[in-house]
């Protein structure tokens, strides 16, 4: 029969063995003092990890990210010509990864013959003739329709503004 004194030494042997687990106040809560400085990076993330529907409303803001970590640039859209007295549209894409967060027209030289009749983001889906329902598709681009009230035709260009 084995005395007390080798069975608790035994029993702390495995202890010791199996390592020991320590639970985080609160429920599933780690927070930066939980977590040593750059124990998590970029590369140790997983593509799904980090999405919309499993942040808390407000947990990134401008003032939380890095100079540089969010890239907005303008495209422009090539020169389209809105014909006499008729209807036409223009488009603007972003570049493939990036995405679109607003857009509109320009055209200085004959501003009160164009009347812009609708402007809207588009998809890669985006059918040629009416503007995407969404659906939770990723905005790529930006369209524009105008009528041309002036007997010449107007070249005008669309731009988008796009974030990577």
């Known amino acids: 029969m084995?005395?007390?004194?080798l069975i608790v030494a035994i029993a702390a042997l495995f202890i010791a063995l199996s390592g020991v687990a320590v639970g985080l106040p609160g429920k599933n809560n780690v927070d930066k003092g939980d977590i040593k400085k750059n124990a998590?990076?970029?590369?140790?993330?997983k593509d799904d990890a980090v999405t919309a529907a499993k942040l808390a409303n407000n947990a990134v803001t401008g003032a939380k990210l890095a100079s540089g970590a969010v890239g907005t640039v303008i495209r422009v859209g090539p020169d389209t010509t809105i014909n006499a007295n008729?209807?036409?549209?223009?488009?603007?894409?972003?570049?493939p990864g990036e995405r679109a967060t607003g857009g509109g027209v320009?055209?200085?030289?004959n501003v009160n013959n164009l009347y812009v009749t609708s402007t809207y983001p588009t998809t890669a889906q985006t059918?040629?003739?009416?503007p995407p329902t969404?659906?939770?598709?990723t905005p790529t681009g930006w369209r524009v329709w105008m009528?041309?009230?002036?007997?010449?035709p107007q070249v005008v260009n669309v731009f988008v503004v796009c974030t990577s």
């Not at 008729?86 to 570049?95: F, H, L």
């Not at 320009?106 to 030289?109: A, L, P, Q, R, Y």
């Open 86 to 95: 008729n209807y036409g549209r223009a488009d603007a894409s972003c570049n």
């Open 127 to 130: 059918p040629a003739s009416r």
């Open 106 to 109: 320009f055209n200085e030289s």
């Open 134 to 137: 969404g659906n939770g598709q």
């Open 40 to 45: 998590v990076s970029t590369k140790k993330i």
């Open 147 to 152: 009528r041309d009230q002036v007997g010449t």
């Open 2 to 5: 084995p005395s007390p004194a």
